[in-house]
């Protein structure tokens, strides 16, 4: 298995090589039937099912990002390389992120490992005899290694892929406050508070006077540009957390990396420009079953290579390879 990863001459730098996919990739087109799965807690998460619907197929569960979805660009990507091994795979909106909001004041976050724990039952129960997997992008990263090292050697799943993971979020949001990081965080600031105004309106319409009421405790939604502000303001009280320094430390991977029993890779670039470069774990804070692969360059979630003419996805190449590699023994 090749690990690796040239990038592309003529996206300089990691932040060309994080705005490709979402600004100038050409969609991958691909096939998908969506499942609503009807949550405990009255909530529900929307499914996109790729691939093939044998019995014993190897099944990948993809989680995107912050502000992402299904349709994120390298989701699609993900689920084709899957599609085209012959593995099913099955894309997770959180909760609110599939085009239609969720039905209460809470919503997702960094640390909802609770809400991975509920769609990992369901699939196991769905695909009994499916070698089940996952892989999680950014946010989506966090919170499965966050429940690797919560559940150890109880969990259904036979591997995970992390990337470009937020291993600590106190320090991920000081970094996102400087230089031209500050641009992505003005973008998720203003998609983070117009989902939560979203919800306002949809509780309004709908008269859910109690729901409404727990979103206007929060207080004006103006005047927040950074993290530690929306994650104090909103995160931490919509979730039960007493601060954002409480929520950072009670959802941040790093703290659960020892634990993990399950075989898991971890891809990430120095140059992530979310991430610090002494954010990354050490080896000796890794458990025995995680293999951590540092390239110098890709950005965050880019490790994009080839020609202008053909660019090239080497996370498309590389994780299933791995997880490939994992079936097979």
């Known amino acids: 298995m090749s690990m690796i990863f040239r990038p ?18 050409k969609p991958p087109q691909l096939s998908r039937e969506r499942e609503r799965l009807w949550l405990e807690d009255g909530d529900f998460l929307d499914l996109d099912w790729c691939g093939r619907h044998e019995a014993t197929a190897p099944l990948v569960l993809v989680l995107h990002g912050l502000t992402g979805s299904s349709s994120s ?16 795979s099955v894309a997770l909106n959180w909760r609110g992120c599939s085009g239609e909001p969720n039905l209460l004041a809470r919503g997702y976050h960094s640390g909802a490992s609770e809400d991975l724990a509920e769609v990992l039952s369901h699939l196991h129960a769905q695909r009994p005899m499916a070698p089940l997997y996952a892989v999680g992008y950014s946010l989506g990263g966090n919170v499965l290694l966050k429940y690797l090292g919560e559940t150890g050697a109880d969990n259904p799943l036979h591997g995970a892929v992390a990337v470009s993971v937020p291993f600590r979020l106190d320090q991920c949001a000081d970094r996102l406050g400087q230089g031209f990081s500050r641009i992505y965080q003005a973008h998720f600031m203003n998609e983070m508070v117009a989902y939560v105004k979203t919800k306002q309106r949809l509780f309004a319409h709908k ?41 950072y430390r009670r959802a941040s991977s790093h703290y659960f990396l020892g634990r993990i029993q399950t075989p898991s890779l971890i891809i990430q670039a120095a140059d992530d420009p979310f991430v610090f470069r002494h954010s990354q774990p050490q080896a000796q804070q890794l458990s025995a079953c ?3 692969e540092l390239h110098a360059h890709g950005g965050h979630v880019g490790f994009v290579d080839g020609s202008p003419r053909r660019p090239g996805y080497y996370l498309e190449r590389r994780i299933p390879q791995w997880l490939s590699a994992r079936a097979s023994g």
């Open 290 to 292: 995680t293999q951590f």
């Open 8 to 25: 592309a001459w003529w996206l300089p730098g990691p932040h060309l090589q994080t705005l490709w996919n979402p600004l100038l990739r």
């Open 207 to 247: 008269g859910m006077a109690d729901r409404l009421a727990a979103l206007e405790q929060l207080g004006p939604l103006d005047g927040m540009r950074t993290f530690w502000d929306f994650d104090g303001r909103v995160t931490a009280p919509l979730h039960g957390f007493s601060d954002a320094q409480d929520y």
């Open 73 to 88: 660009l390298y989701v699609l990507g993900l689920q084709q390389a899957l599609a085209a091994r012959g593995w099913a």
